[in-house]
């Protein structure tokens, strides 16, 4: 059976719910529960005597006590949850002794369309009235933070996340002058224009500069700002250093708390600061306030053999959580992807684990995890949104030689990953590290600042784990650049982005559109540093900043059968000239209107154009890397190659289907459709 398929999915769940029932092994958990009483009432008694449980971690081990009197689970299990909150203490720990097995295994799941949130927040109450900056404002006290125990720096009205007091209110302000240490992770400062941040620091205590360069960006708390020259100096160092004309923002400070919808959190008084929107009392709508920095946690014992296995979260909603740096970390951001920032759902050693049309939101975190020795696991029909960071990270940063550490095969399908970068811009919408054997198939991927999905973590040609991983029948849009025009504010990104050798690994049938970089590098396909051996087929890329596709520098590569369409500043880019055959481009379709065809270092010739098909709309001398049709052809390229119109059936309205006299038919392109092409 086709356990990826829609139908076998309905047919396990079925067969599953029904063995469930004649076993009897069913637990409930509530709001209105106990954990004194038995968990096995769906709801309270008339005489409140027995009822379901109150919380999930009772439930677990209600699980427990079973295998241990039974001697180990004999029927599969299902914890059936309430709607309502679950404000979770601590994040909720699975270990070994909490797995199911393959005819047993344990199910968490919403009961019937009823709806539970697993929330790491708390409500924030007892707001009065006040008044800042002469508006009118809610203040709520907050102790704990007064007592230096809580900061956070998220909050949501609803599911509606709050603005920080933020300065521009939108846009950017942009960088006067670089630090004046340009070492990478050693600045500490940059230069402002005149009158772009106040200059009196007692108002900025608690504020923090959020400045971005080249792909990554940096979280500073401001140390102090020198009114002579403009000079602002931070409390941690920046990632890149950056440069004239890049974007920043800060955020935080009472002066720029001027706009409906914005919150300040001051540390020294405690005081919790909001001015809502006309109408909204903050005592009549449910404020979260994050507190866990993760909510559910899969511990395996990798390196002893003892994994999490057969556990399966099933129609459940988790929320409001919140990761950040430490006092002792020196370095307010990371090197690429927020890699660093770790998920709300948390495994290391899960096997054959399941999270089936849950929803991730309203989170200041990366949504799944799955790291080291996690295998044969499946994420499917579930919906990310809200992200501080990203959606999904697969595997590690780190080599493991011990194959029960390793992570491998795991899938990702059919889910929504959207709205991400919230808080970390540089996260990516599914990050794979150093993993192999994964199929990402036919997920929705949109509104990042950064790369929809970035496979491998090796730079160069050295060694890695990243190999045999499916990216197929996906949608990744509106990427750097997001769909209500915010950025782009970063650079050098990709639809997709790939590092190192990569073996097996296949890029086909997906569709990579609306992909912008700020000073460059806004590609759809992007092979960076080392990536070798990966084939990328059957895809159709368009409406990017600078090329449908980018090979920095790699081995042998195929690139064949796609569509690149409407690049603005190029089509195809090729950088660093190497001995080996960089990649094979053969029987695509390129159609511009604007900007260079080829663009890079394309001398040396160590790569091969053939059977391809270019159009160039509206007419017009066609260049190939400053050479004509024939001079490229005389140094061996696209010797069988057609500048023709393909003749789409409506490029207007970005419908790539061909017509039946295509002249790419001649060349050898094989007509293709995607999963998802009448998708609105």
Known sequence: MNYNSPISLIIFSLLFLSFCAEGKVIFYVSPKGNDAWSGKLSQP??????????????????????????????????????????????PFVLGPEDSGTKECPILYTAYKDEKPIISGGKLISNWKRGKINGREIWVAEIPQ???????????????????RARHPDKGYLQVAKPPTNQNWMQADDFFFQEGDIIEDIALLKDAEVVAMALWSESHLPIAGVEKENNRITFAKKIVFPPQVGDPYYVENALPYLDSPGEWCLQ??????????????????????????SQLVRLEGKCEEGKFVEYVIFRGLTFSHCEWWFSEEEEVGGFAQAAWGVPGAIFAIGARNCSFEKCTIKNIGTYGLELSRGCKNNRVVDCEFSDLGAGGVKIGEPNIRRDENEQTGNNRLTNCHIFSGGRIFHSAVGVWVGQSYGNILSHNHIHDFYYSGFSIGWTWGYGETLAHDNIIEGNEVHHIGRLSNGDG???????????????????????LFHDIA?????????????????????????????????????GKENIVRNNIFALGQYAQIQRTRPEEHTSF?????????????????????????FDNNIYWKEGGGAIYFAGLTFEEWKEKGMDRNSLIADPLFQDIKR???????????????FVPFELPFQKRK
């Open 45 to 90: 008694n008339k005489t409140h005597t027995d009822g379901p449980f109150a919380t999930l971690s009772r439930a677990r081990d209600a699980i427990r006590e079973l295998k241990e009197k039974q001697g180990g689970l004999k029927q599969p299990v299902i914890v059936f949850l309430r709607g309502g909150l679950y404000f979770l203490p601590e």
């Open 145 to 163: 933070v007064k007592e230096g125990k809580w900061f956070f720096r998220e909050l949501w009205a609803g599911e509606r996340r709050l603005q």
């Open 267 to 292: 540390r020294e008084n405690g005081k919790l600061y909001y001015l809502p929107a006309k109408g909204e009392e903050p005592n009549k709508v449910r404020i979260f306030a994050p507190r866990l």
């Open 488 to 510: 782009p504010i970063l650079s050098d990104m990709g639809g997709i982005y790939t590092l190192g050798i990569q073996p097996g690994t296949i890029i086909r049938f997906n």
């Open 517 to 553: 970089g700020l000073r460059y590098g806004g590609w759809g396909i992007y092979f960076d540093e080392g990536s070798t051996h990966i084939l990328a087929e059957k895809n159709i890329v368009y409406n990017t900043t600078h090329g449908g596709f980018h090979q920095h520098y």
């Open 584 to 608: 094979f481009f053969q029987h695509n379709i390129v159609y511009w209107k604007e900007g260079e065809l080829l663009v890079g270092n394309m001398g040396d010739f160590h790569f091969l």
């Open 654 to 668: 970005f419908d790539f289907r061909l017509k039946d006299n295509s002249p790419a038919l001649k060349v050898g």
